[in-house]
């Protein structure tokens, strides 16, 4: 590995170093957009269970928060569960938003990553063929940095085009487990929603 590293030059740390960020992202959205860490199936028939034994309490709705992304969307509609539905759904859709934010997180990284990837190798591409013409001289060409300049130009093409890859395919996978998360909560919020205000039974 060394060997390559060496054999494509300096403009290979900025593709690797992008690889290493790209693969902490992943790792990490991986672990965090889990099905049932963000939307526990089994929240929703808890909270109208304790709703209907002990009503909506300050105890129960800090309990809530902690729970989980879609916990804290319930928490914001029971703050409110006194209030009109309109009232109740425009604190529900305020939490979603910011929820929503936090489930985008680093996903704009991850998709510059995937963008810019090719053009760091493209840019590498460019030194090699730099080197290349280095190599001419009015005296003969030199082999060594002739072999030097190619090395240059196709590890680093190969390089970007290697990152590049699996970012924009995680990119899209997490951007579609997102969209799919949050259209979840919406629809287990609106469920609560309307059970509370007696427009729905459980």
Known sequence: MLSLIQAAGWPIWPIIFASIIAVGIIGERMWVLRMRVIVPKDLLPKVLSECKRNGVNPEMISRLKKHSPLGQIFAAGLKNVDSSREIMKDSIEEAGRVVAHNLDRYLTTLGTIAALSPLMGLFGTLVGMIEIFGANSPTGSNPAQLAYGISVALYNAA????????????????????????????????????IVHGERNS
């Open 159 to 194: 390089f970007g085009i290697l990152v590049a890859i699996p970012s924009m395919i995680f990119y899209r996978h997490f951007r579609a487990k997102v969209d799919a998360l949050v259209m979840e909560m919406e629809l287990q919020a609106l469920k609560l929603v309307e």
